[in-house]
């Protein structure tokens, strides 16, 4: 979500602009391999941490310190050669993200949060190094540890590295992640021209207050039979046979295919509704109540993710996203004249207002109802007329 202070009396908005994430792929090389055995071995690393802190709470009933944790497993990493493939920087990063795991757990277990558990080795993804283990030479090359590897140089990175990931796929290629301190904090004067609300749906991806209504293409529905096809040709394969693990990367690579497609997709959508408004006005979402409701339906809309890559673009551009409260009930009020229906039946698509009489088609009444309340929200409007529901 953007970050954004709004200074009252005017329209001038400062973001908060301090890191940036740099994605590079890693050259296919037979070197590669010894980053994969270091992924395996930070995966043991991994699981023999929350044995110990499973170990510790079971025997004096409390949280295990992550600087004990991390003095402890030093010492165990100088009796065995292949943790020494894993930088200490990487080790450390490995005891802070389960301390902060289990700092989430501690706060929010009463919401159904876990504590974190183990993992399977070969399923272990990266592991992060911070002001040490690695040096960026000239040209696209990097040397981690004592060995040099090459990267695609997608771009330029500019700015203080602070990390860098190195990531395995479910294929088994590597990537390099790298989060470099972007521009300091800096003002940026936007102009609000153009305002436009947004309405998620099931039928149509968006449906804007200025009546555009936006098809989404569900990659995902389009290549079902072929998913299945890949799926059905996996599991007839024998355990541990190099036919099964073919056909498994054939399966990853069909999702990931559809994954690329989406992602695609959304990067040019977010690009056009930003070239054409300054500000996005949506409503907040529960996708995980959605997504108990029409399962696949929503993960192959994937509302969440396109709002992370707008809320990138939108920030690049100095564009500003606002989310209203998700019970302001948008469908039932009369975008007209305010009158709030008492209920509304979710396959009622057209209603008309007993006051006004104006037919209002659901969607695009939602659309222009966000807009005011993100007008509101940003002192570009008044919404006073509006009532809004109640939060349980």
Not at 51 to 71: D, E, F, I, T
Not at 102 to 122: E, I, S, T, W
Not at 282 to 302: C, H, P, V
Not at 337 to 355: N, Y
Request: proline share 3%.
């Amino acid at each position: 979500m953007l970050i954004f202070l709004c200074r009252h009396n005017a329209i001038d908005f400062w973001y908060n602009v301090s890191m940036k994430t740099l994605k590079f792929k890693l050259y296919q090389h037979k070197r590669n391999r010894y980053l994969k055995r270091s992924i395996n071995a930070a995966g043991l690393i991994y699981n023999r941490c929350i044995a110990l802190h499973k170990r510790y709470y079971r025997m004096w009933g409390k949280h295990l310190n992550c600087s004990k944790l991390q003095a402890h497993i030093a010492k165990l990493r100088k009796r065995n050669p292949f943790w020494q493939s894993v930088g200490s920087q990487a080790v450390q990063d490995i005891c802070q993200r389960i301390e902060k795991a289990y700092q989430l757990f501690f706060k929010h277990n009463k919401k159904g949060v876990r504590p974190p558990g183990f993992k399977k080795v070969r399923k272990y993804k990266s592991f992060t190094l911070k002001q040490a283990g690695y040096k960026f030479l000239d040209g696209n090359r990097v040397k981690i540890g004592q060995r040099t590897y090459q990267f695609c140089p997608a771009r330029e990175i500019e700015g203080a590295v602070k990390t860098l990931t190195i990531k395995r796929t479910p294929l088994g290629e590597l990537f390099m992640v790298v989060v470099v301190d972007n521009c300091p904090e800096t003002q940026n004067k936007i102009t609000t021209s153009n305002i436009a609300g947004f309405d998620f749906g099931l039928k149509t991806f968006l449906t804007c207050s200025d009546g555009t209504k936006i098809e989404s293409p569900l990659f995902f529905k389009q290549s079902l039979n072929i998913v299945k096809k890949a799926s059905r040709y996996h599991s007839k394969k024998l355990k541990g046979s190099a036919n099964r693990e073919r056909a498994r990367k054939n399966l990853v690579r069909r999702h990931e295919d559809i994954s690329n497609r989406r992602r695609d997709w959304f990067w040019k959508l977010a690009h056009k509704l930003t070239d054409k408004f300054d500000i996005l006005c949506f409503e907040t979402l529960n996708l995980k109540g959605m997504q108990r409701l029409w399962g696949r339906k929503i993960s192959d809309l994937a509302f969440g993710e396109f709002l992370q890559i707008l809320a990138l673009v939108a920030k690049k551009k100095n564009k500003l996203v606002v989310f209203i409260d998700r019970w302001y009930p948008s469908s039932k009020t009369c975008s007209n004249c305010g009158h709030i229906l008492e209920s509304l039946d979710l396959s009622v698509r057209e209603w008309r207002c007993p006051t006004c009489q104006s037919i209002n088609g659901r969607d695009e009444n939602a659309a222009k109802n966000i807009q005011a309340v993100g007008a509101s929200t940003v002192e570009l409007g008044d919404v006073s007329r509006a009532v809004p529901a109640i939060a349980v």
